[in-house]
Nanobody, 126 residues
Framework: VQLVESGGGLVQPGGSLMLSCAVS????????IGWFRQAPGKDREEISYIWPRRGETVYADAAKGRFTTSRDNAKNTVYLQMNSLNPGDTAVYSC????????????????????WGQGTQVTVSS
């Protein structure tokens, strides 16, 4: 199983970015995909998760109203659209999946995820 993130970069405050998480080795439609971020000196933070087959999405408070996660099952890819970015969103963003995850309506703990991507840097700065 491999997850590869892309789409990070430098963006000005108020701007937008769309991150992609390309999944191989399993059908991402059948497994939950979570998005995480980790800023320098801070703990890893889970910001969203999607259960593609069910269309269920859950967001952390920091992401609600600004971030949207979606999927393209044909491409086996999950996306994170990020709007109204601010410097506090600067972090390395990673996607992950877990074979034992089940939909609960809540963000699963990070230790439930088995496979992780390498991450993509998002920097919000003027």
């Amino acid at each position: 199983v491999q997850l590869v993130e892309s789409g990070g970069g430098l963006v000005q405050p108020g701007g937008s970015l769309m991150l992609s998480c390309a999944v191989s080795g399993l059908n991402s439609e059948n497994y939950a995909i979570g998005w995480f971020r980790q800023a320098p000196g801070k703990d890893r933070e889970e910001i969203s998760y999607i259960w593609p087959r069910r269309g269920e999405t859950v967001y952390a408070d920091a992401a609600k109203g600004r971030f949207t996660t979606s999927r393209d099952n044909a491409k086996n890819t999950v996306y994170l659209q990020m709007n109204s970015l601010n410097p506090g969103d600067t972090a390395v963003y990673s996607c992950a999946t877990g074979l034992g995850l089940i939909p609960t309506g809540h963000l699963p703990p990070a230790n439930m995820y088995d496979y992780w991507g390498q991450g993509t840097q998002v920097t919000v700065s003027s």
